[in-house]
């Protein structure tokens, strides 16, 4: 395989740090390049206001803050009126990710990220860069049926508005169940770019731990059987099988959708940005195990 075609593919990546994470990174443009998408979750026991001056950080580092719109977060939608201003004054928020929530008892009225895209106060903030999730995996609250119809809506949305939607997907061990869903789901995906959501630097230990909390299915089973033992669980794993997987599949299906590659570090946001760079920068080299050996890594 050329190269080229890897580092291109992982040349956008975007990457994601929590408000605890952020903490321990002294200057982001030191990790990762200037215009870098940052993903801020919206963890339990986070507070608005955190998300805000994290993003209005990131925007002063040069980075692209993309906050985590959580729907079943909010009480209402005055409330959330709110926090959308705030972030585009305080840190110029140009896109954003909507989730509904993994909460079995939404805060108000709110209940789905459908209502939200709906409800015009994106297009009154000036947001027009709208990623949402994708479950190729499956969800382990919801059945298909109810993913299916949910991502109809939203690509619907898209083209009759113009927005920019795009789907960022749950994180994968594989590239296959990714690939599958594409090919099932394309009338529901219409036209939305996917990026594809990868883990990123951790030992096997901590990836399960956080596979199993999230509910991912067929490429969970499958990286526990190549983790079986004590030993290979306190190894670190990279996503490098998974990101050639995609790289082959996408240079013989010019037609995919698929667009490039979202990490989730799991703490290892350093670790992951530098893997990340040198991919980008050639510095490895592919073996025939489908793996990349990265210089220093």
């Known amino acids: ?79 959330l009126d709110d926090f959308l201003g705030r972030l585009v004054a305080d840190a110029g928020i140009k896109q954003i990710l909507i989730v509904a929530g993994d909460i079995p008892k939404p805060a108000g009225l709110l209940n789905s ?44 949305f898209a083209q009759r508005t113009n927005a920019e939607l795009y789907i960022v997907t749950q994180f994968t061990f594989s590239g296959r169940p990714v690939i599958e869903w594409e090919v099932s789901h394309s009338p529901e995906i219409g036209g939305l770019p996917i990026i594809v959501g990868l883990p990123g630097l951790a030992t096997a230990k901590t990836l399960l731990k956080y596979a199993i909390d999230c509910g ?3 490429s969970l089973q499958a990286f526990s059987k190549r983790y079986a033992s004590l030993t290979k669980l306190l190894t670190v794993s990279a996503p490098d099988e998974t990101i050639v997987d ?4 996408k240079n013989r299906t010019p037609q995919s959708r698929i667009r490039g590659v979202h990490f989730f570090p799991f703490g290892g946001f350093k670790r992951t940005a530098d893997w990340a760079n040198k991919i980008v920068a050639g510095d490895f080299e592919i073996t025939g195990q489908r793996q990349l050996r990265v210089d220093g890594i």
């Open 1 to 79: 395989m050329d190269k080229v075609l890897l580092q291109n593919f992982v040349r956008n990546y975007s990457i994601e740090t929590t408000i605890q994470q952020a903490r321990h990174v002294e200057q982001f443009s030191d990790a990762v390049p200037a215009g870098t998408r940052i993903y801020i979750p919206h963890t339990p026991g986070t507070h608005f206001q955190e998300t805000v001056d994290l993003a209005a950080r990131l925007r002063r580092e040069a980075m692209e803050p993309v906050p985590h719109i959580v729907a079943r977060r909010f009480e209402n939608l005055s409330i």
């Open 113 to 156: 990220s459908a209502e939200i895209l709906e409800s015009s106060l994106l297009e009154k903030h000036g947001i027009r860069t709208i990623g949402v999730a994708g479950y190729p995996e499956g969800h382990p609250g919801l059945p298909n049926s109810v993913l299916r119809e949910a991502l109809k809506r939203k690509a619907e």
């Open 216 to 218: 991912v299915g067929a």
């Open 246 to 249: 995609l790289v082959q599949y």
